[in-house]
């Protein structure tokens, strides 16, 4: 005998079809305007802001004050999507999105002042271009969008601190500045090296699947 729902809203044990559970996930995480996702669209509105403010003004203080949020509320970002379960498809891609968009634009400003940050940012740049093609491959095979590892959460960090360093201390020795950009290129190459094992490694299982699957 089937049992009547007793119109209790709020009845904990009250079981939905599986088909409904998963539309109310699919909706939540295919959501646009949930707080790490705006957090995202704010650290790109605050590039444009930081090249005013360092290429036209000239007050570097100012800039890094703008990076330093820009980086917080990375941090908030993130937390709160792990911690809230608002982890969506789009928030795995605007959110790396800001933080290259942000970095590059800083080295690009930053470049005129040094040759060895012009070196860093043909680097960053061939990194993003190479890793953004892998990505864009597995993406087209799987529909599957990967978040940042450690190593590239280290490169992130360490290029933050490196930009912030730059930019308040214009005059910085120029041993200290080499020396910063060397950490900088050394992590930013181990974690293209780490990322391209992974995408080789998930691009290997894709064929290996489409081979099966015709055998």
Same mark, same amino acid.
């Given at each position: 005998? #089937? ?8 009845? @904990? ?10 539309? /109310?996930?699919? #909706? ?18 605050? *590039?444009?802001?930081? *090249?005013?403010?360092?290429? #036209?003004?000239?007050?570097? &203080? ?29 928030? #795995? ?12 634009? *800083? ?15 043909? *680097? ?17 095979? /799987? ?27 214009? @005059? ?24 391209? &094992? &992974? ?17």
């Amino acid at each position: 005998e #089937k049992n009547e729902p007793n119109g209790n809203k709020n009845n @904990e044990n009250t079981e939905y079809p599986e088909s409904e559970k998963q539309s /109310t996930a699919d #909706k939540k995480h295919g959501a646009v305007l949930t707080v790490p996702n705006l957090l995202s669209f704010a650290r790109l509105l605050m *590039i444009p802001l930081m *090249i005013w403010m360092y290429v #036209k003004k000239q007050k570097y &203080r100012t800039t890094a004050v703008v990076l330093l949020l820009s980086g917080a509320t990375d941090v908030v970002d993130g937390f709160v999507a792990r911690h809230f379960n608002m982890v969506s498809p789009l928030g #795995k891609a605007l959110d790396p999105i800001a933080d290259k968009l942000t970095l590059l634009t *800083i080295m690009i400003c930053l470049s005129f002042e040094s040759v060895w940050m012009i070196m860093l940012l043909v *680097i960053v740049l061939i990194k993003e271009v190479l890793l953004g093609v892998e990505g864009l491959m597995i993406i087209k095979n /799987t529909g599957t969008t990967y978040s940042s590892n450690w190593h590239g959460k280290l490169a992130t960090s360490m290029l933050y601190l490196s930009m912030l360093l730059h930019i308040i201390f214009p @005059e910085l020795p120029t041993p200290l500045s080499i020396t910063l950009i060397a950490l900088c290129i050394a992590a930013v190459l181990l974690s293209f090296a780490l990322y391209t &094992r &992974r995408n080789a490694k998930c691009l290997k299982a894709i064929h290996n699947a489409e081979g099966a699957d015709r055998g």
